[in-house]
């Protein structure tokens, strides 16, 4: 068991510019999560992936945001034209059942 | 969805053993209660989940009274290195949209 993986682990970009984070799940899970965590706070929902199809988004999750899972395997979150107040933690996490296993996440600071 | 509330913060000594109750007096009938642990620039991990009464595994336990209105983990014996945020979650067995709160922040103490 491998656990959850997640790409790059920093990423330091300016405002403006557009970024992609990837998170391979663990094998044959089906579930995935996407949260983004600031400084002091416990993480927050962005999206939820069964399989390939997105079933649930955030409000948190603007038209800036999107991600996708396109063979139900790996995702990747793109952020578009980032600003400064995306600047957080990015987690990924995946699951059979109600147990989420979580990655190491994907720190971004936008200058 | 089920608020939950935790106390900000605690402090332990090593050997202690530690009890953060969490309140969630608006769970549902479905909904599980999980608490995670998390160390700086770290993602969450697992610690334990239950439903109801006691559940125990090798590093925590979780008691749950028959209202499920509240849970209280235990961690036996803390060391130094069982610092770190701990986070109360309730939510449906499928898991979708679990909120976090602002999770307890133990200092273990020498």
């Known amino acids: 068991d491998t656990g959850v993986s997640q790409n790059p682990r920093h990423k330091i970009t300016k405002r403006g510019q557009n970024v992609t984070f990837r998170c391979d799940p663990i094998s044959e899970h089906n579930r995935l999560y996407w949260y983004r965590q600031t400084l002091g706070q416990g993480p927050e929902f962005l999206t939820y992936?069964?399989?390939?199809?997105?079933?649930?988004k955030s409000r948190l999750l603007s038209d800036r945001f999107s991600a996708e899972r396109p063979k139900g395997s790996f995702s990747t979150l793109e952020i578009q034209r980032t600003e400064q107040g995306d600047s957080a933690m990015y987690l990924c996490?995946?699951?059979?059942?109600?147990?989420?296993?979580f990655g190491p996440g994907t720190r971004l600071l936008v200058l | 969805l089920a608020k939950t509330t935790q106390p900000i913060s605690m402090d332990s000594y090593e050997g202690q053993e530690v009890n953060i109750t969490c309140s969630h007096n608006?769970?549902?009938?479905?909904?599980?209660i999980t608490w995670y642990q998390q160390f700086p620039s770290q993602g969450p991990r697992f610690i334990i989940q239950g439903y109801k009464t006691k559940v125990t595994n090798e590093v925590a336990s979780l008691f749950i009274p028959a209202d499920r209105k509240s849970s209280t983990l235990s961690l036996p014996r803390v060391s130094l290195s069982d610092t770190a945020v701990y986070y109360c979650l309730v939510g449906d067995k499928q898991g979708i949209k679990t909120i976090f709160g602002a999770g307890t922040r133990l200092f273990v103490k020498a």
């Open positions: 996490a995946s699951s059979v059942q109600e147990t989420q296993y």
């Open positions: 608006n769970i549902a009938t479905n909904d599980y």
């Open positions: 992936f069964q399989n390939e199809a997105q079933l649930e």
